[in-house]
């Protein structure tokens, strides 16, 4: 196992992308700190469940990715617990879907927190850790809307154009501290996140689901196909292996072609 003895924090990880992620590490020998919102039940059910499946320690933080002061301490749960945050994942994310001019102006701030600031938090709080102990991996996931556009998700671009901008800033910065920085951008991956923000682009669109998942979200992707999270946590767990040691500040799609139009 590669990752014996390693700590992973994964925000946004009860469910989806980041439950995935976390799940590849525990298997890969790392205790994990899960984060995120759901039924209390569910989520002490998926935290056990990494730990009796995967043999390694699962705790998990209920930090509110919008409050940086929650976000910190959840970085500093995981040291006192395990005594080291040696890979930060910072997959927390929300989507809304609104033309411009009738864009909330709350779920712009929402969005922007969740979506971004959020990991400008939590890096900072864990770099010091990293860098004294000369190794370090941080992921950002990122999206294919890190490097183009669609119409009506102003915020949510805006935030991963911010993400992938964010990433190359640390990891010039960390470069010779042991620790590399990447962000990983996924096409449209079946997610609940995604499925969420069918009703609103049918809205938006005045079009059918049928029409939406056809006509919007795969019409993006040549291969026709959704991503899915295993393939997106398996990226991960590669860029925390040695065979990724020289790669950070790097911007990797996963979209299934979408991003080569």
């Known amino acids: ?49 990494i730990e009796s499946e995967y043999g390694v320690k699962a705790i998990y933080s209920p930090a509110d990715m919008s409050k940086p002061h929650e976000i910190e301490e959840m970085i500093r749960l995981a040291e006192r617990t395990f005594g080291s945050v040696d890979i930060l994942v910072n997959n927390a994310g929300i989507q809304f879907v609104s033309p411009v001019e009738n864009f909330p102006v709350e779920k712009w701030d929402q969005i922007i927190a969740i979506n971004l600031s959020s990991a400008f938090h939590a890096i900072r709080a864990a770099v ?33 154009h911010g993400i992938a901008g964010l990433t190359k800033t640390v990891a010039l ?48 992707q040549p291969t026709k196909q959704f991503v899915t999270v295993d393939q997106v946590a398996a990226l991960a767990v590669f860029l925390c292996s040695d065979a990724a040691s020289q790669m950070s500040g790097a911007n990797l799609s996963m979209d299934g072609g979408w991003t080569a139009k």
């Open 173 to 220: 910065e960390v470069a010779t501290d042991g620790i590399t920085v990447n962000c990983i951008s996924p096409g449209y991956v079946w997610t609940p996140l995604v499925e969420k923000q069918i009703p609103d682009t049918m809205k938006a669109r005045n079009m059918t689901k049928e029409q939406v998942i056809n006509d919007v979200l795969l019409e993006a």
């Open 1 to 49: 196992m590669t990752l014996t003895s390693k700590t992973a924090v994964v925000t946004g990880s009860t469910s989806g992308i980041g439950l995935a992620i976390a799940r590849a590490f525990a298997k890969e020998g790392a205790n994990v700190v899960i984060n995120g919102f759901g039924d209390a039940g569910d989520i002490e059910e998926t935290r056990a469940g």
């Open 128 to 160: 010091p850790g990293m860098k004294a102990r000369k190794w370090g991996r941080i992921i950002n996931t990122a999206s294919a809307h890190s490097l183009v556009a669609s119409p009506f998700k102003s915020a949510y671009v805006a935030a991963k």
